[in-house]
């Protein structure tokens, strides 16, 4: 399989806009895809509804040259299709704010980003799933309209590693493993990596994508809770490190939100010698 990188080609960005119930309202949640669509001007893979099409096609007007929407109904993606599985981990969840269908959503990432490497219709040997409500503040998003560059993504991850936002230190008890194949501590009480933006390589997401489902399924198979794309995430580095990298947020923009650190981390900048290790 080829793990050819030209840095003439874009990173292709995927993200999705499903309206489902959640913990943010929709008013607000609209504001935050507004800086995101109408700002950022990346090549964009989105999926949606077709109810919310035409948001998501007004919203992305000016660059509707560098964006593939795909309109596929919440009903048919993989996750929802095993809603009542979703279902049964509510009871797991301590966090009572969190539904069925956000589970599914957020389980369904891996997904999403496969069929953009397999349509590909960027020719990009590079992808970033960019949750679509991540960019929180407009001023701040102007700030970051080089996201993702492709010559920093290249240098940052190589072809074999898939990138993540650590926004807490794995204790011992997390890296143990048990008899089972899974840490001696799960992740559902602390906080691991972030899910906001993941990705890499296209060959090293492929490989990544295949572990993720697999320990997706020995986690519900031993009874702990997979309604968190992040749970899962926090396991699959402690059992696969050589399949991640782990990048721990830094002061930026004059104190941006930490959880977001990633948007700046892939943009266009310098570069300096500890973040190439």
């Known amino acids: 399989m080829s793990t050819r990188v030209r840095l003439d080609r874009p990173v292709t960005v995927v993200t999705a806009y499903y309206r489902i119930p959640s913990k943010q309202k929709g008013a607000v949640y609209l504001k ?79 997904h999403f980003l496969m ?75 602390g906080t691991g990596l972030a899910g906001t933006v993941l990705g890499g390589h296209a060959n090293a997401i492929r490989e990544y994508n295949q572990r993720y489902y697999e320990t997706m399924k020995l986690m519900h198979d031993n009874g702990l809770f997979i309604g968190k794309d992040q749970n899962i995430m926090s396991t699959v580095a402690v059992l696969y490190p050589d399949l991640v990298k782990l990048v721990k947020p830094k002061y930026y923009l004059g104190g941006a939100n930490l959880w977001f650190y990633s948007h700046y981390y892939f943009s266009k900048r310098s570069l300096n010698e500890s973040e190439l290790n």
């Open 115 to 189: 069929e953009a490497i397999k349509e590909n219709p960027f020719d990009s040997d590079y992808f970033l799933w960019t949750d679509i409500g991540s960019f929180r503040d407009k001023e701040q998003a102007e700030q970051l309209t080089s996201y993702p560059d492709t010559n920093t993504t290249a240098t940052l991850l190589g072809t074999d590693k898939v990138f993540f936002l650590q926004m807490g230190d794995f204790l011992e008890e997390h890296r143990k493993i048990r008899w089972n194949g899974l840490p001696e501590k799960d992740f559902q009480h």
């Open 32 to 110: 935050w895809m507004s800086n995101f669509l109408e700002v950022i001007p990346c090549h964009l893979y989105v999926f949606t509804e077709a109810r919310s099409e035409a948001k998501v096609k007004s919203r992305r007007a000016s660059f509707s040259g560098t964006t593939k929407i795909v309109v596929r109904e919440f009903s048919e993606l993989e996750e929802v299709k095993r809603l009542e599985m979703w279902n049964k981990q509510k009871s797991l969840d301590h966090e009572t704010f969190h539904t069925p269908e956000l589970y599914a959503l957020w389980n369904q990432k891996l």
